[in-house]
Structure formats: structure tokens, C-alpha cells
């Protein structure tokens, strides 16, 4: 469900009638999950069967992942707010391949 941005979770699993919806989160440092508001609203929706999986230094021989079932009750969030820019791809202007950057 990762390419679907409207069930809040990423992936989901069903086994004797039950089912877990699990949030990814990762880093290739240490992560400091943030969940948009589809998922925060699943995590307090779906409660026990919500779980936030996350990744600390992805791709390395450190990785480790940490799990936190339900963290709408574990976790206190701090809300921020964002302000999004959205660029028209029709407008924006290709770099060339030549341009030297650093």
C-alpha cells in the first residue's frame, strides 16, 4: 500500500481474522519518524493492530529496526505544520547534463 497515500500505512497483513497495518519509516541515520495526518489518523483509528516499524542507518551494517505497536497511545506527538511549494513540471526548465554543480 506504500504508492496508495490515502490508507495511512504501508503495508498489511491478515492471518486467523486478524489484521496489522505497518507504517515504514527509515533513515540512514538515526530516524525521527514523522507521520503525515492519513498517518496519524490510521494509527489512532486502528490502534493495537497499527504498527510503526522503524529503520535506523538503512543500507548499512548498522541497520536496526524498532517497532512501536500502537503509537497513537505509546508515543506523545509533537504537531508541526509545513508549508508545501508544488512546482508545475510543465514550467520547470531541465538542467542541462553539462552544468558542473559542486
Known amino acids: 500500500r506504500g504508492?496508495?497515500?490515502?490508507?495511512?500505512?504501508?503495508?498489511?497483513?491478515?492471518?486467523?481474522?486478524?489484521?496489522?497495518?505497518?507504517?515504514?519509516?527509515?533513515?540512514?541515520?538515526?530516524?525521527?519518524?514523522?507521520?503525515?495526518?492519513?498517518?496519524?489518523?490510521a494509527a489512532q483509528q486502528f490502534g493495537d493492530e497499527f504498527i510503526l516499524a522503524v529503520v535506523?542507518?538503512?543500507?548499512s551494517d548498522r541497520q536496526a529496526i524498532w517497532y512501536v505497536r500502537n503509537p497513537a497511545s505509546a508515543i506523545e506527538p509533537i504537531q508541526r505544520t509545513v508549508e508545501v511549494f508544488r512546482l508545475r513540471r510543465a514550467e520547470a526548465l531541465p538542467l542541462s547534463t553539462d552544468i558542473e554543480f559542486l
Open 56 to 59: 535506523d542507518f538503512y543500507g
Open 3 to 41: 504508492n496508495q497515500r490515502s490508507f495511512g500505512y504501508d503495508l498489511e497483513a491478515k492471518r486467523d481474522g486478524s489484521t496489522l497495518r505497518v507504517e515504514v519509516k527509515s533513515s540512514v541515520s538515526f530516524t525521527t519518524p514523522e507521520l503525515t495526518e492519513a498517518e496519524w489518523s
